[in-house]
């Protein structure tokens, strides 16, 4: 009897953890090039349980113990693109993401292209991080100011100077990215990125991010329901459990 509690419990474990997915969601709706964050929940086998004293789990007579099995992921959908005019926005048509500068000097990818100059004219993201040049180096734009120009590929113009190209990365498998947060992925040991040659740069455009708010407060009541229905499965178990011990006394 009891190992229905343990499923229901295993199961309202199982559903915070989802709803702490979809809050994330919905609190990062509107955050520039975010991903929206995934739960897959599976059953699991745990072995089997004997509801016949005289049966024999290695004779197949038991019963499988199915408990629940939280998966997270990030869906790596494009979210639209939309017009800001600023010239240091930039967003992508196409796969991969920008490159830049974490602060242990190794390098994260982010879809955000919110971008802003620093006092030495050093690009950053609104995080403070440097965007990196094809190459990996940093990019600085001309002391002398004046208009800067992004074309499709990426590369950046002031006037007659060529100040470099954006990097764009992309990923054989992009489930080998791990989000560190702010919209930041690094990818796992082995995952080598490849430079994109035809980015699709949009200069003056930002990507929003792919959560659609309404199909994430549907999962929130669902949620909602699920847990409510594991919590009267613990009650009555825990009310049946309590009748039998007053009969046994």
Same mark, same amino acid.
């Given at each position: ?21 979809? &809050?994330?969601?919905? #609190? ?8 929206? $964050? ?5 059953? $699991? ?8 004293? #005289?049966? $024999? ?26 017009? #800001? ?24 990818? &982010? ?10 004219? &050093? ?55 791990? &989000? ?56 009555? $178990? ?12």
């Amino acid at each position: 009897m009891s190992i229905g509690v343990y499923q229901s419990a295993a199961s309202l474990s199982a559903l915070e953890r989802w709803q702490d997915a979809v &809050t994330q969601n919905i #609190t990062s709706s509107q955050a520039v090039g975010f991903k929206r $964050r995934t739960v897959q929940i599976d059953g $699991r086998e745990a072995g089997q349980v004997l509801i016949d004293p #005289t049966s $024999r789990a290695d004779r197949g007579e038991g019963r499988d113990a199915i408990f629940p099995e939280v998966r997270f992921g990030v869906a790596f959908a494009k979210g639209e693109s939309q017009p #800001t005019r600023r010239e240091l926005d930039i967003a992508l048509s196409g796969d991969g993401f920008f490159s830049v500068r974490m602060p242990d000097g190794t390098t994260g990818y &982010t879809r955000a292209g919110q971008m802003q100059v620093r006092p030495d004219r &050093t690009i950053v993201n609104s995080q403070g991080l440097e965007l990196l040049n094809d190459f990996g180096y940093p990019i600085q734009l001309s002391p002398e100011g004046g208009v800067v120009v992004i074309d499709e590929s990426g590369l950046i113009r002031q006037g007659d100077a060529q100040i470099g190209r954006i990097g764009v990365f992309s990923f054989e498998d992009n489930s080998q990215l791990l &989000t560190v947060g702010g919209g930041l992925f690094v990818p796992r040991v082995g995952a080598e990125p490849e430079l994109v040659d035809k980015p699709g740069v949009l200069q003056g455009h930002l990507e929003g991010s792919n959560v659609r708010p309404l199909q994430e407060m549907i999962h929130l009541v669902n949620i909602a329901r699920a847990y409510e229905a594991n919590q009267k499965i613990i009650q009555n $178990r825990d009310q049946m459990l309590q009748r039998t011990l007053d009969a046994l006394g």
